[in-house]
């Protein structure tokens, strides 16, 4: 049974960084794929960054790029997620997920292809 496990959320001020972390266990964590997702109350859940872990291959939302990084360490089949410049919009629920095989090719209605959910991670900006 796969266990995805998130940690490291917490409040900030605007401009702050978090680390977000992903811990996988239940299944071959090499050459899948490894996403962030983040919902803000009363929106859609969103993707926000994915990770093929095969070969570290990266792909981040629009609204990621340049402030946040995935990386991972493939001896602890941990998934992170650096959050720089931190703004209020980017308060949510930030959740860990995974599916078999490669990343999707694009962020649009993505949601309903990772079949693996962690419990979620509140991460809150604040003005």
């Known amino acids: 049974q796969v266990q995805l496990v998130e940690s490291g959320g917490g409040s900030v001020q605007t401009g702050g960084s978090l680390r977000l972390s992903c811990a996988a266990s239940?299944?071959?964590?090499?050459?899948?794929?490894m996403g962030w997702f983040r919902q803000a109350p009363g929106k859609e859940r969103e993707g926000v960054a994915f990770?093929?872990?095969?070969?570290?291959?990266?792909f981040y939302a629009d609204s990621a790029k340049g402030r946040f990084t995935i990386s991972q360490d493939n001896a602890e089949n941990t998934v992170y997620l650096q959050m720089n410049s931190l703004k209020p919009e980017d308060t949510a629920m930030y959740y860990c997920?995974?599916?078999?095989?490669?990343?999707?090719?694009?962020?649009?209605?993505?949601?309903?292809?990772?079949?693996?959910w962690g419990q979620g991670i509140q991460v809150t900006v604040s003005s």
């Open positions: 997920a995974a599916r078999r095989g490669g990343c999707p090719s694009s962020f649009v209605r993505v949601v309903g292809m990772f079949p693996d």
């Open positions: 239940g299944y071959t964590y090499s050459g899948n794929c």
């Open positions: 990770i093929y872990t095969g070969g570290g291959y990266t």
